[in-house]
C-alpha cells in the first residue's frame, strides 16, 4: 500500500481515495502535486462520476491502479502551471488511463501529462464541460463510425433517457433518423424528445410488438445485462448492435442457433482505444453543446458527497450524468 506524505506547510488539499477494493471513497487531506516536465498543473472544477469509476473501484477490471487511489477518469479544470498551455485555459481531463491506472480527477488539483488534456475554445460550465466529452464521442462513434448511421433508417437507442442514452437519441433525431427509444419504465417516457417513440420495459406487449416488427437497422445499446439478447432481436437481419454499456448487469449469455439466425452483427464500442478520434468528434460538436443545441444532462453534488454520487449512480437512481463540484 502506498503512504501518502504531506510536504510543506500550506501544500495540502483534499482528494477522495478509495482504500480498499469495493468500499466507499472517503475524503482526505493529501499533498498538493508537484508538476514534472511534460506536465501540466490543472485546478479541478468538476469531475464526473462513471460507470467506469465503479468498475475499477470494484478492484475487478483489467487495470488497477495501486491502492489507496483517487477516482474519476474524467473532469475539467483550469490549467494553473504548464509549458503547453495558457493560465487560465479551460481543459478536459481524459486520456484513457486517468483514474484507471493511475490517480484521477476526484480532487482539487491534478499534475497531469500534457497529452491527457484537451482545451475547450469556447468556454462552457465546468459541469458541461466535465461531462459531456464521453456521452457525446461515445453516441457519435456508436451511431456514424460503427453503426454507419443513414437518413431515414431507423435506430434502437436502449437507456435512451441516460447520458450516453440521452445524446444518442439527439444525435439519430438530427441526422434524420427515425429513432425507437428504450426506457426502464413508464415514467420516463415523459422525459423523451418530440418526435421519438418510445417504449418501456415494463410494456410487455409494446416490446413483443417490437420483436415481431424487427424494424431497426440499428441498435445502441447502452444498458447491456441479460436483455440484450432480447433487444437483438428487435433489429432487422443485416444489421448491427453496437454494445456501449453495461448498467443492466455485465453479462448476457448468446444462444447461438437463435443468433445466426437474427443475422445481427455486435460491435462493442470503448473509448479507451479511441481517444484520438473522440477528441475529433468532440471538437466538432462543441459548439452545439455550447448553445444548448445538443446536451447532456446531469445532477451536481458538493465534493463532500462524492461517496452519496457514487452510491445513487450504482443504484441507477440519477438521471442524465452525476458531476462533483469543488
Given at each position: 500500500?502506498?503512504t501518502?506524505?504531506?510536504s510543506?506547510?500550506?501544500?495540502?488539499?483534499r482528494?477522495?481515495?478509495?482504500?480498499?477494493w469495493?468500499?466507499?471513497?472517503?475524503?482526505?487531506?493529501?499533498?498538493?502535486?508537484q508538476?514534472?516536465?511534460?506536465?501540466?498543473?490543472?485546478q479541478?472544477?468538476?469531475?464526473?462520476?462513471?460507470?467506469?469509476?465503479?468498475?475499477v473501484?470494484?478492484?475487478?477490471f483489467?487495470l488497477?491502479?495501486?491502492?489507496?487511489?483517487?477516482?474519476?477518469?474524467?473532469?475539467?479544470?483550469?490549467?494553473?502551471?504548464?509549458?503547453?498551455f495558457?493560465?487560465?485555459?479551460?481543459?478536459i481531463?481524459?486520456?484513457?488511463?486517468?483514474?484507471v491506472?493511475r490517480?484521477?480527477?476526484?480532487?482539487?488539483?491534478?499534475?497531469?501529462?500534457?497529452?491527457?488534456?484537451?482545451?475547450?475554445r469556447?468556454?462552457?460550465?465546468p459541469?458541461v464541460?466535465?461531462?459531456?466529452?464521453?456521452?457525446?464521442?461515445?453516441?457519435?462513434?456508436?451511431?456514424?463510425?460503427?453503426?454507419?448511421?443513414?437518413?431515414?433508417?431507423?435506430?434502437?437507442?436502449?437507456?435512451?433517457?441516460?447520458?450516453?442514452?440521452?445524446?444518442?437519441v439527439?444525435?439519430?433525431?438530427?441526422?434524420?433518423?427515425?429513432?425507437?427509444?428504450?426506457?426502464?419504465?413508464?415514467?420516463?417516457?415523459?422525459?423523451?424528445?418530440?418526435?421519438?417513440?418510445?417504449?418501456?420495459?415494463?410494456d410487455?406487449?409494446a416490446?413483443?410488438l417490437?420483436?415481431?416488427?424487427?424494424p431497426?437497422?440499428l441498435?445502441v445499446?447502452?444498458?447491456?445485462g441479460?436483455?440484450?439478447?432480447?433487444?437483438?432481436k428487435?433489429?432487422?437481419p443485416?444489421?448491427?448492435?453496437?454494445?456501449v454499456?453495461?448498467?443492466a448487469?455485465?453479462?448476457?449469455?448468446?444462444?447461438?442457433p437463435?443468433w445466426l439466425?437474427?443475422d445481427?452483427?455486435?460491435s462493442?464500442?470503448?473509448l479507451i482505444?479511441?481517444?484520438?478520434r473522440?477528441?475529433?468528434?468532440?471538437?466538432?460538436?462543441?459548439?452545439?453543446?455550447?448553445?444548448?443545441?445538443?446536451?447532456v444532462?446531469?445532477?451536481?453534488?458538493?465534493?463532500?458527497?462524492?461517496?452519496?454520487a457514487?452510491?445513487?449512480l450504482?443504484?441507477r437512481?440519477?438521471?442524465?450524468?452525476?458531476?462533483?463540484?469543488?
Open positions: 500500500m502506498r501518502l506524505t504531506f510543506l506547510r500550506g501544500s495540502i488539499m482528494a477522495a481515495l478509495i482504500h480498499e469495493n468500499t466507499p471513497p472517503l475524503i482526505s487531506d493529501v499533498a498538493e502535486p508538476r514534472l516536465p511534460g506536465e501540466t498543473l490543472v479541478i472544477d468538476a469531475a464526473a462520476v462513471g460507470h467506469l469509476d465503479i468498475t473501484a470494484s478492484g475487478e483489467t488497477q491502479p495501486p491502492l489507496p487511489y483517487v477516482p474519476g477518469v474524467e473532469g475539467s479544470g483550469t490549467v494553473l502551471e504548464s509549458d503547453t495558457e493560465p487560465g485555459t479551460q481543459v481531463l481524459r486520456d484513457g488511463t486517468i483514474g491506472d490517480d484521477g480527477t476526484w480532487r482539487e488539483k491534478a499534475a497531469v501529462p500534457d497529452a491527457a488534456l484537451t482545451p475547450l469556447i468556454r462552457v460550465d459541469s464541460a466535465a461531462t459531456f466529452f464521453v456521452p457525446t464521442a461515445t453516441a457519435y462513434i456508436a451511431l456514424h463510425d460503427l453503426g454507419g448511421l443513414a437518413k431515414g433508417q431507423t435506430v434502437i437507442v436502449s437507456g435512451a433517457t441516460g447520458a450516453v442514452g440521452s445524446m444518442a439527439q444525435l439519430a433525431l438530427e441526422a434524420g433518423a427515425n429513432v425507437i427509444a428504450l426506457v426502464s419504465r413508464s415514467s420516463r417516457l415523459a422525459h423523451l424528445p418530440a418526435g421519438v417513440r418510445g417504449i418501456a420495459a415494463d410487455a406487449a416490446f413483443a417490437l420483436a415481431a416488427e424487427r431497426a437497422d441498435l445499446d447502452t444498458i447491456g441479460s436483455g440484450l439478447s432480447q433487444r437483438i428487435c433489429v432487422k443485416g444489421g448491427k448492435a453496437i454494445c454499456g453495461y448498467t448487469g455485465a453479462k448476457f449469455t448468446i444462444d447461438l437463435n439466425v437474427t445481427v452483427t455486435i462493442p464500442l470503448s482505444s479511441r481517444q484520438a473522440a477528441k475529433e468528434v468532440t471538437a466538432q460538436l462543441l459548439p452545439k453543446i455550447a448553445e444548448g443545441t445538443i446536451r444532462e446531469f445532477t451536481e453534488f458538493p465534493f463532500e458527497q462524492t461517496a452519496d457514487l452510491h445513487l450504482l443504484n437512481d440519477i438521471r442524465g450524468r452525476a458531476v462533483i463540484r469543488f
